[in-house]
């Protein structure tokens, strides 16, 4: 299903409820649009999502690695940089909102 079509997906709780983007708002199209190879419309819709991709496939390999070789569970990410990430993504929904920062806000593609 295009996410980009009304009525297949609920809208984001956040944006309904306040009219602020969240650093989520955006993420379901732009992963469409990276499935179907455009990541200049993936970026639009939301850049947070497009960086975090390839955290995401690579943490997913390390962990399956882990459960077919059998290895102790480790750590994937030092507290450091968790912290950091959710900081970052809490700046960035604030940003997402700012008058002038149109840019960061998921865009209508035409």
């Known amino acids: 299903m295009d996410p ?16 602020w983007y969240c650093p989520g708002c955006g993420a379901l199209r732009a992963l469409h649009f990276l499935t179907v190879g455009n990541l200049e419309a993936a970026w639009a819709m939301n850049p947070a999502a497009v960086l975090a991709v390839p955290y995401l496939a690579v943490s997913w390999l390390l962990w399956a690695r882990r459960e077919i070789t ?16 959710g900081i970052g993504l809490v700046v960035y929904g604030v940003l997402r909102n700012v008058p002038g920062l149109e840019v960061l806000a998921p865009h209508r593609l035409s």
Do not use: E, K
Request: with cysteine.
């Open 4 to 19: 980009n079509q009304p009525g297949h997906y609920p809208s984001c709780p956040t944006y309904a409820l306040t009219g």
């Open 70 to 85: 059998g290895r102790p569970r480790a750590f994937l990410a030092p507290g450091w940089l968790i912290l950091s990430v």
